[in-house]
């Protein structure tokens, strides 16, 4: 049994290999530079090694997702319990999701704007990406007071994801990021009042 877990903890260190990788040539150059055979370059392992581990680059990039909503899910939990921070607890999470989408614009890209086949609110819906709704959707409830939690939860996600992209591709003014979450944040509060 050994000789399989020595075997399994390699086969694990390459897929995380592989994921490091693409994620750091698209965090650099794009995911355009992300191809199969760049990263058995990048990696020195063959074609036919990567597609041991992924069957296509789809596959890397979805793996690639939901470590950044593994990561998305943690930086929304520490903002949600940091009560040393300035603001309420929803205003600390929506200032965090947009942090963590300047900090990280490729992965946010594997995680949002790419197209993979990874769905929330379905039965096949990975952990990570439940974990992240379910940190926004804590910091949500503070303020739902009647309404529906989960969908409030939708709108609030729709609406800070749209300030991130719109911002991220020049469409609003620059240097409004901050100004934007906090009147968003705000008149969900009234709403809730």
Do not use: C
């Amino acid at each position: 049994m050994a000789i399989e877990d020595r075997r399994q903890r390699e086969r694990d260190a390459r897929r995380r290999l592989i994921t490091a990788t693409a994620r750091t040539l698209a965090e650099t150059e794009g995911w355009e530079a992300v191809t199969t055979r760049r990263l058995s370059t990048e990696i020195e392992y063959s074609q036919p090694v990567l597609y041991k581990h992924f069957g296509s680059m789809e596959d890397i990039v979805e793996a690639v997702a939901v470590e950044g909503f593994e990561e998305l899910a943690e930086t929304l939990r520490a903002a949600r319990g940091d009560s040393r921070a300035s603001g309420d607890e929803l205003g600390r999470v929506a200032a965090a999701y947009s942090g963590f989408a300047a900090k990280n614009p490729a992965l946010f890209d594997a995680m949002f704007i790419r197209s993979t086949r990874l769905h929330f609110a379905a039965e096949d819906t990975p952990a990570p990406l439940k974990e992240a709704f379910a940190e926004l959707r804590a910091a949500v409830a503070t303020i739902a007071g009647g309404r529906d939690v989960d969908t409030l939860t939708e709108v609030v996600w729709s609406a800070l994801h749209g300030l991130v992209v719109l911002g991220r591709n020049g469409r609003l003014r620059p240097g409004h990021d901050t100004a934007r979450i906090e009147l968003l944040v705000t008149q969900l509060r009234a709403a809730s009042a």
